[in-house]
Every structure is written in structure tokens, then in C-alpha cells.
């Protein structure tokens, strides 16, 4: 069974930066997007980043553009978000999700769009 373990979420001041990563077990995820997502309390899952089976393609929330990048390794078997210039509006659970497309090398930012999950990281942005 695919499984998807998440990493790296902490607690940081504004301005700060962190790196979660998310890791593939049991299986190699080369045809699989992935996608980083978060839940806020109160607040709707939505999609923060994306990046094709290949990494050719990436995608970003308005709302993080510019200071998220999203990477994968294909040896390691990881993809990792890359977070700077942190906001207490980033503060949420951070989930992984994979998929394989139908169409080659695209990624996709919707929630629904993903067939496996990690369990979440929670980063806390706060002074």
C-alpha cells in the first residue's frame, strides 16, 4: 500500500523558514505528482504547491508564490517544500498527496484530485 510520511514542520518566528518533507514508502513514485496542501482551524483544505512526475512543472497558490519553492529528488524518493519569509496566515497542517495524472507530466492543485495521503506536519508560525 502506497504510503506518504510527512516531515520538518516545527514552529518558527514571521519571517522565518522551514522545509518539510515528504517521503514515498514502500513504493518508487516516479509516475506520481505530488502535491503539498494545508488546513488551517476553520479553514478548507487548499492547495499550496504542486510538481509534475518529472519536475518540469510547477504549480503555486497566489498566496505563497514567491516564497515557497517545491522540489523533488527521485533518488532520495522525496519531495520537499521549501518555505521562506514566513506568515502566521501559513500556520496549518501541511499534507502530501500523490496521484498519476492522466495526462504526462502535469501536477494538480485540487484536494479532491489526490488518491494518497500523509498524515500532516503542523507548522505554527508565531513570535
Known amino acids: 500500500q502506497l504510503q506518504l510520511v510527512e516531515s520538518g514542520g516545527g514552529l518558527v518566528q514571521p519571517g522565518g523558514s522551514l522545509t518539510p518533507s515528504c517521503a514515498a514508502a514502500?513504493?518508487?513514485?516516479?509516475?506520481?505528482?505530488i502535491g503539498w496542501f494545508r488546513k488551517a482551524p476553520g479553514k478548507e483544505r487548499e492547495g499550496v504547491s504542486c510538481?509534475?512526475?518529472?519536475?518540469?512543472?510547477?504549480h503555486y497558490a497566489d498566496t505563497v508564490k514567491g516564497r515557497f519553492t517545491i522540489s523533488r529528488d527521485k533518488a532520495k524518493n522525496t519531495v520537499y517544500l521549501q518555505m521562506n519569509s514566513l506568515k502566521p496566515e501559513d500556520t496549518a497542517i501541511y499534507y502530501c498527496a500523490a496521484v498519476v495524472p492522466t495526462v504526462q507530466d502535469i501536477c494538480l492543485m485540487g484536494p479532491w484530485m489526490h488518491d494518497y495521503w500523509g498524515q500532516g506536519t503542523q507548522v505554527t508560525v508565531s513570535a
Open positions: 510538481i509534475s512526475s518529472s519536475g518540469g512543472s510547477t
Open positions: 514502500g513504493f518508487m513514485w516516479d509516475d506520481y505528482a
